[in-house]
Protein backbone atom coordinates (compact mmCIF):
# COMPACT_ATOMS: atom_id res chain seq x y z
CA UNK A 1 0.00 0.00 0.00
CA UNK A 2 1.53 3.39 -1.11
CA UNK A 3 0.66 4.95 2.76
CA UNK A 4 2.83 2.34 3.94
CA UNK A 5 5.56 2.49 1.43
CA UNK A 6 6.16 6.11 1.32
CA UNK A 7 7.37 6.84 4.91
CA UNK A 8 9.10 4.36 4.39
CA UNK A 9 11.84 6.24 2.07
CA UNK A 10 12.68 8.71 4.64
CA UNK A 11 16.75 8.13 4.38
CA UNK A 12 16.27 5.78 1.81
CA UNK A 13 16.32 5.50 -2.47
CA UNK A 14 15.41 2.35 -2.58
CA UNK A 15 13.39 0.12 -0.56
CA UNK A 16 12.96 -3.87 -0.40
CA UNK A 17 10.13 -5.60 -1.12
CA UNK A 18 9.32 -9.33 0.74
CA UNK A 19 6.47 -11.29 0.66
CA UNK A 20 5.48 -13.22 3.85
CA UNK A 21 7.93 -15.95 3.40
CA UNK A 22 10.69 -13.24 3.56
CA UNK A 23 11.52 -14.05 0.14
CA UNK A 24 12.63 -11.12 -1.79
CA UNK A 25 9.96 -10.02 -4.44
CA UNK A 26 12.13 -6.81 -6.13
CA UNK A 27 12.91 -3.04 -5.40
CA UNK A 28 10.46 -0.12 -4.90
CA UNK A 29 12.94 3.07 -5.53
CA UNK A 30 12.04 7.25 -5.24
CA UNK A 31 11.45 6.88 -8.78
CA UNK A 32 8.60 4.97 -8.29
CA UNK A 33 7.10 6.58 -5.69
CA UNK A 34 6.98 9.87 -7.88
CA UNK A 35 5.58 7.90 -10.88
CA UNK A 36 2.89 7.48 -8.77
CA UNK A 37 1.89 11.01 -7.42
CA UNK A 38 2.85 12.54 -11.22
CA UNK A 39 -0.31 10.08 -11.57
CA UNK A 40 -2.14 11.11 -8.72
CA UNK A 41 -1.80 14.30 -10.19
CA UNK A 42 -2.47 14.23 -13.22
CA UNK A 43 1.27 15.31 -14.85
CA UNK A 44 1.40 14.16 -17.91
CA UNK A 45 -2.41 15.63 -18.78
CA UNK A 46 -3.66 19.12 -19.61
CA UNK A 47 -6.28 20.71 -17.50
CA UNK A 48 -6.67 23.14 -15.56
CA UNK A 49 -5.12 23.40 -12.30
CA UNK A 50 -7.38 24.94 -9.13
CA UNK A 51 -6.58 25.38 -5.96
CA UNK A 52 -8.47 26.27 -3.07
CA UNK A 53 -9.64 25.31 0.65
CA UNK A 54 -12.89 24.15 2.15
CA UNK A 55 -14.00 24.26 5.89
CA UNK A 56 -13.78 20.43 7.30
CA UNK A 57 -17.08 19.55 7.72
CA UNK A 58 -19.32 16.74 6.66
CA UNK A 59 -20.34 16.48 3.13
CA UNK A 60 -18.32 19.05 1.30
CA UNK A 61 -16.59 16.44 -0.92
CA UNK A 62 -20.15 15.24 -1.83
CA UNK A 63 -21.05 18.88 -2.62
CA UNK A 64 -17.80 19.60 -4.58
CA UNK A 65 -19.01 16.24 -6.67
CA UNK A 66 -22.59 18.03 -7.28
CA UNK A 67 -20.91 21.22 -8.12
CA UNK A 68 -18.52 19.53 -11.21
CA UNK A 69 -21.49 17.49 -12.32
CA UNK A 70 -23.96 20.50 -12.62
CA UNK A 71 -21.07 22.02 -15.01
CA UNK A 72 -20.31 18.99 -16.78
CA UNK A 73 -16.67 19.10 -15.65
CA UNK A 74 -14.35 15.93 -16.10
CA UNK A 75 -11.76 15.57 -13.63
CA UNK A 76 -8.44 14.08 -14.28
CA UNK A 77 -6.84 14.20 -10.41
CA UNK A 78 -9.00 15.34 -7.08
CA UNK A 79 -6.15 15.60 -3.53
CA UNK A 80 -6.50 16.72 -0.48
CA UNK A 81 -4.36 18.36 2.07
CA UNK A 82 -3.81 19.32 6.13
CA UNK A 83 -6.19 15.96 7.07
CA UNK A 84 -4.96 17.28 10.88
CA UNK A 85 -6.08 20.29 10.39
CA UNK A 86 -9.87 20.42 11.69
CA UNK A 87 -10.82 23.98 10.93
CA UNK A 88 -9.93 23.77 7.08
CA UNK A 89 -8.61 21.69 4.08
CA UNK A 90 -6.61 22.43 0.98
CA UNK A 91 -7.98 20.54 -1.77
CA UNK A 92 -6.10 20.83 -5.74
CA UNK A 93 -8.39 19.48 -8.61
CA UNK A 94 -7.40 19.52 -12.14
CA UNK A 95 -10.01 19.28 -15.05
CA UNK A 96 -10.18 19.36 -19.00
CA UNK A 97 -9.79 22.85 -20.52
CA UNK A 98 -13.23 24.01 -21.26
CA UNK A 99 -14.63 27.27 -21.50
CA UNK A 100 -16.85 27.23 -17.94
CA UNK A 101 -13.98 27.45 -15.56
CA UNK A 102 -14.79 31.09 -14.70
CA UNK A 103 -18.70 30.05 -13.96
CA UNK A 104 -17.47 27.00 -12.19
CA UNK A 105 -15.02 28.49 -9.80
CA UNK A 106 -17.66 31.79 -9.31
CA UNK A 107 -19.85 28.91 -8.07
CA UNK A 108 -17.38 27.19 -5.97
CA UNK A 109 -16.66 30.24 -4.33
CA UNK A 110 -20.52 30.90 -3.71
CA UNK A 111 -20.78 27.79 -2.13
CA UNK A 112 -18.43 28.50 0.55
CA UNK A 113 -15.19 27.17 -1.18
CA UNK A 114 -12.42 30.02 -1.54
CA UNK A 115 -10.34 29.26 -4.70
CA UNK A 116 -6.89 30.34 -4.16
CA UNK A 117 -5.27 29.76 -7.54
CA UNK A 118 -6.00 29.00 -10.96
CA UNK A 119 -3.27 27.48 -13.89
CA UNK A 120 -3.79 26.31 -16.89
CA UNK A 121 -1.10 23.30 -16.78
Not at 13 to 30: H, Q
Not at 49 to 72: K, N
Amino acid sequence: MFERTLPLFTGYSVIAVAGEDKKFLGLVTRADVLEQFESAFGVKRKGIRIAFTSEESEGRIERLGDILRQYHENVISLATFDETDKLARRIVLKVDPNDNIAKFTKKLEKTGFRVLDIKEV
